[in-house]
């Protein structure tokens, strides 16, 4: 099986999380995909392969080098898709030799490198792209396929020296649960890396800190007629409490290491309204004061309209890998020499994201962030090359091969 044909394999399942579900994962539907690939690994002659009752499936690929020391290290992969949009029956294709030119995905929607210049990146390869009515999932199932696919090809070509190279795979990363009861002992690795990245070349150890907020806003309901007085319009509250916080600090009007509030999601009537926020910013203080400031939003409505009438939750979900990774920079050393063996231009840059790398790298696991290959991510224009498939492929391999050579 080539690594397309896998990664193909892998789009047929819908494996979307659901960030308002409280059960692990987060729906049942990517224990169906995990068993899946349990099954695949045991094929394709893996050790130690465990699914546990969490959907977190890890296995191994044993040392080729007899009783020689060498670090074990690790590769990751997510298997769950964005609650942004849909991942039931996607409809992959494939453009082969991409010209440049639009791309019609189907009646009435077009992939225009007008709109997303990134296809130009990629003209003269082979695109796997949507029907414009989904997902594709190379978010992360294209981890997945890569890591899958590089193991084998270590496997069948046992002149490539490396020692126990462990895999993991797990659930719930799109909605910032994925290494929550990830097993970092039972995974038994030096380090790792996360195939999670974006286009050829991506690097990555330096996230958002980032948290998710819950506002809660509690009206009171009167006939109009008679309100006057009496009336606490949660709607009206929820688009006050949304016009506090800065316009010019939000995902559309930010990049580089400039940090935002999001609002996710609002769901409103008279008597009570839900907004929902993610707050992110690279920098630790600025975080720090982007949660004051919304928790001092509440505040001051609560001071205007009575006690009680906002509730402000705020949950941290991760923090900024880097500084867990500069002091064990041998891990981007390693990816740097492998990337340049395998004729791949680095571009390292912070990610205006999370990993579970990041979560991981604060539990005593520094996991730095690879590319995947895959583009516009969560919906229906996202694409992947399948020769930026194959790269990440040969990177793997390579670290894997330089590991085996590494002397601390």
Not at 76 to 88: N, Q, R, V
Not at 188 to 217: H, P, Q, R, V
Request: one cysteine or more; hydrophobic letters at 35%.
């Amino acid at each position: 099986m080539d690594i397309t044909e896998r990664f193909l394999n892998y789009t047929k399942f819908d494996t979307q999380s659901a960030e308002d579900s409280s059960t692990v994962p987060s729906t049942d539907k990517q224990l169906v995909f995990a068993e899946y690939l349990k099954k695949e690994l045991v094929r394709e002659g893996f050790d130690d392969v465990k699914l546990d009752d969490k959907g977190y499936l890890y296995a191994t690929l044993k040392s080729n080098m007899g009783k020689q020391k060498v670090p074990t290290i690790g590769f990751i992969s997510h298997y769950d898709t964005s609650p942004d949009c849909s991942g039931a029956d996607i409809k992959a294709n494939i453009v082969k030799n991409y010209d440049g030119s639009d791309i019609l995905l189907s009646e009435g929607i077009i992939s225009s490198p007008k709109k997303f210049p990134e296809l130009l990146n990629h003209i003269g390869e082979d695109l796997i792209v949507t029907d414009g009515h989904t997902l594709l999932g190379a978010d992360d199932k294209a981890g997945i396929a890569e890591i899958i696919q590089a193991m084998c090809y270590l496997r069948d070509h046992k002149e490539i020296k490396h020692g126990d190279i462990r895999v993991a795979f797990n659930p719930d990363e799109e909605i910032g649960m994925g290494a929550h009861h990830f097993d970092v002992e039972r995974f038994g690795c030096e380090w790792a890396y996360t195939m999670d990245g974006g286009d050829l070349g991506e690097l990555e150890y330096e996230n958002f800190n980032a948290a998710s907020a819950k506002i809660t806003i509690h009206g009171v309901s009167v006939h109009p007629g008679y309100a006057k007085g009496k009336m606490i319009n949660a709607n009206r509250l929820a688009v006050e409490f949304a016009s506090m916080l800065p316009a010019e600090e939000t995902p559309e009007t930010t990049e580089g290491y400039e940090g935002f509030f999001h609002l996710l999601g609002m769901n409103t009537n008279t008597e009570k309204a839900q907004l929902t926020y993610i707050i992110r910013d690279h920098d630790r203080d600025k975080f720090e004061a982007r949660k004051r400031l919304m928790a001092e939003c509440a505040k001051k409505m609560n001071m205007e309209y009575g006690e009680g009438t906002v509730d402000c939750e705020i949950k941290d979900q991760y923090y900024n890998m880097k500084e867990k990774i500069e002091p064990n920079m041998h891990v981007i050393d390693i990816v740097l020499k492998a990337m340049q063996e395998c004729g791949v231009r680095p571009k390292v840059q912070p990610i205006r994201g999370g990993t579970d790398g990041a979560q991981l790298s604060f539990k005593g696991l520094p996991c730095p962030n690879i590319f995947a290959g895959g583009v516009n991510f969560h919906g229906p224009y996202e694409f992947v090359s399948i020769q930026s498939m194959q790269k990440a492929m040969d990177v793997i391999i390579k670290i894997c091969e330089i590991t085996a050579g590494f002397n601390d």
